[in-house]
């Protein structure tokens, strides 16, 4: 398998790999983001915002840099990586097409990791399911395995609730998450879902949500789309 065919890991990994898992040591490489904040063309970023649990109008830190949301996210256990999306593919490209555009890197994960099935979310915001496919993650729950995603195209939000806080993690292309089992969470891909994501799991039955029946995902920020980072926050 050659380099050119890879998923390769961008620079978050320099800070974050001197402590907890990492998904490969090869094909180091730097994604670099410069925009002007007088720019609206301004790509969206990845951004992560904690907040107390019983304060979902007050963020407590708020931060758009990968190696900070790294960083954060790995004192709950939770690996966060930028990746680079090698093969570009629109949401809504079918699950067939990107498991073809991404079988080498599928297979190098799953023999380094042992995960067992791998499928793929694909929806763009005409999908005639949206709504039921968005409602199936809207609350809390947890699993008896790591969720293990990486976002191939679009964003979508994830929030963790540990520990009396609640962590607010808008992935987009070209980021890896991976959630310890037994971690609380929710996953909101908005009204106008535009996301691929390919899902690893130990577990050989794919997806199996565990749910709290706690309503505090409904207390919380609901996903709108991309945020257009504003300020160096
Ligand atoms: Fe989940």
Redesign the pocket.
């Known amino acids: 398998m050659g380099a050119s065919s890879s998923l390769r890991i961008a620079d978050t990994r320099r800070k974050a790999r001197a402590h907890g898992r990492s998904y490969s040591h090869e094909f180091l490489s730097r994604v670099c983001y410069s925009f002007s904040f007088n720019d609206t063309r301004a790509p969206a970023m990845s951004r992560l915002r904690i907040f107390d649990e019983n304060d979902p109008a007050t963020p407590e830190f708020a931060s758009f840099d990968p190696d900070f949301i790294a960083a954060e996210l790995f004192r709950i256990g939770v690996t966060f990586e930028r990746w680079k999306a090698t093969r570009p593919l629109a949401p809504g490209a079918s699950p067939e097409e990107v498991m073809a555009a991404y079988q080498d890197d599928i297979d190098r994960l799953v023999a380094e990791r042992g995960f067992k099935s791998v499928d793929v979310v694909s929806i763009a915001p005409d999908h005639p399911q949206r709504e039921a496919m968005r409602a199936k993650?809207l609350d809390e729950?947890y699993?008896k395995e790591d969720?293990v995603r990486f976002f191939v195209a679009g964003s979508g939000l994830f929030t963790l609730h540990v520990k009396g806080k609640v962590y607010e993690v808008e992935c987009m292309q070209d980021d890896l998450i991976a959630v310890p089992d037994s971690t609380l969470?929710w996953?909101d891909m908005g009204d106008e879902p535009s996301f691929i994501a390919i899902r690893f799991f130990t577990e050989p039955d794919g997806w199996i949500?565990h749910f709290t029946g706690e309503d505090i995902a409904k207390r919380f920020p609901r996903y709108h789309g991309p945020t257009q980072p504003t300020t160096t926050g």
């Open positions: 993650f729950h699993h969720e969470h996953f949500g």
